[in-house]
Antibody, heavy 117, light 106 residues
Framework: QVQLEQSGAEVKVPGASVKLSCKAS????????IHWVRQAPGQGLEWLGM????????AYTQKFQGRLSVTRDMSTATVFMHLRSLTSADAALYYC???????????WGHGTLVTVS | SYEVTQPPSVSVSPGQTASISCSGD??????TCWYQQKPGQPPVLVIY???KRPSGIPERFSGSNSGNTATLTITGTQAVDEADYYC?????????FGGGTKLTVL
């Protein structure tokens, strides 16, 4: 079965960086994009960026340009999200999600909580 | 930049029909999908490509997209449908979410 296993909760100080992981299993890793979406407490969903595992191509929302990097390790079918220069506004639950050919997200990880304090 | 807008809240009585809108300029020219999110859980896809239901999603969920508005309709709403609902579309290579609608079944 399709699974997206996310890394554990993180606590960071302002100005630090965080690197989260999302390990995919149960399907062909190269055939689907992986997206990162975050949700601040009590707020809505915010898309951050994505990677195409087969070629490594990425796209990011302009708000995070220069501060966000998404990479992948083909040998372990794992995608990483690296966010730099953290502020309290970055405190949120970070989800990875599988993006299919129809443009929607059909499987989601359970999220990684990032606290900035 | 392109945006999609949802009402913050919608209320419905059990057994009635709930309609949640998602508005954007000429939204009918783009595919829209919908997610349901219950407290403490990740979102679940309930409608994709405007009106298709993924496997396992009850038939009472349906979708449409015309003009500037996409609509998620829940016919015969049940208490278990109480949740937050988000529309999602694309603008070039960028994903856009609506702000979310809290559906209350009372």
């Amino acid at each position: 079965q399709v699974q997206l296993e996310q890394s554990g909760a993180e606590v960071k100080v302002p100005g630090a960086s965080v690197k989260l992981s999302c390990k995919a299993s149960g399907y062909s890793f190269t055939n689907y994009k992986i997206h990162w979406v975050r949700q601040a407490p009590g707020q809505g969903l915010e898309w951050l960026g994505m990677i195409v595992p087969s070629g490594g191509g990425t796209a990011y929302t302009q708000k995070f340009q220069g501060r966000l990097s998404v990479t992948r390790d083909m040998s372990t079918a794992t995608v990483f999200m690296h966010l730099r220069s953290l502020t309290s506004a970055d405190a949120a639950l970070y989800y990875c999600a599988r993006g299919n050919a129809e443009g929607d997200f059909d499987f989601w990880g359970h999220g990684t909580l990032v606290t900035v304090s | 930049s392109y945006e999609v807008t949802q009402p913050p809240s919608v209320s419905v009585s059990p057994g009635q029909t709930a309609s949640i809108s998602c508005s954007g300029d000429n939204l009918e020219d783009r595919f829209t999908c919908w997610y349901q999110q219950k407290p403490g859980q990740p979102p679940v896809l309930v409608i994709y490509q405007d009106k298709k239901r993924p496997s396992g999603i009850p038939e009472r969920f349906s979708g449409s997209n015309s003009g500037n508005t996409a609509t998620l309709t829940i016919t015969g709403t049940q208490a278990v449908d109480e949740a937050d609902y988000y529309c999602q579309t694309w603008d070039s290579n960028i994903v856009l979410f609506g702000g979310g609608t809290k559906l209350t079944v009372l």
